[in-house]
Nanobody
Framework: QVQLVESGGGSVQSGGSLRLSCATS????????VGWYRKVAGRERELVAW????????DYGDFVKGRFAVSRDNANNMAYLQMNSLKPEDTGLYFC???????WGKGTLITVSP
C-alpha cells in the first residue's frame, strides 16, 4: 500500500523558516519524482516544487522566487521542502505527491503570521 505522510508544518512569523518532510512507503521511491503542492486561500491547488527521481532536476512555482529548496534522500525514502523567508500568503495546506500518480499525502498545515 502506497503511503505518503507529510510532517513539519506549524506556525511561524513572517520571515521565518520551516522544513517539511514527506515519508513514503509501499513503492520503489527512487524511480519516481516527488512533487510538493499547496492549497492556499483564494487559489487553486498549485505546484510548489518538484524533484526528479535522481534528485538532479528540480522545478519551482514562480511564487517561490528562490525562497524554497526541494531535496530527497533515496536511501531513506524521504523528500524534503526547506522553506525560508516565509510570507503570510504562504499560509495553507502543503502536500507531497508521487509524480505521475494520484498518490498524495494528507497534508501538513503552515500558518505564517505577519
Amino acid at each position: 500500500q502506497v503511503q505518503l505522510v507529510e510532517s513539519g508544518g506549524g506556525s511561524v512569523q513572517s520571515g521565518g523558516s520551516l522544513r517539511l518532510s514527506c515519508a513514503t512507503s509501499g513503492y520503489i521511491f527512487k524511480i519516481y519524482g516527488v512533487g510538493w503542492y499547496r492549497k492556499v486561500a483564494g487559489r487553486e491547488r498549485e505546484l510548489v516544487a518538484w524533484i526528479s527521481s535522481s534528485g538532479l532536476n528540480t522545478d519551482y512555482g514562480d511564487f517561490v522566487k528562490g525562497r524554497f529548496a526541494v531535496s530527497r534522500d533515496n536511501a531513506n525514502n524521504m523528500a524534503y521542502l526547506q522553506m525560508n523567508s516565509l510570507k503570510p500568503e504562504d499560509t495553507g495546506l502543503y502536500f507531497c505527491r508521487r509524480s505521475g500518480t494520484e498518490d498524495w499525502g494528507k497534508g501538513t498545515l503552515i500558518t505564517v503570521s505577519p
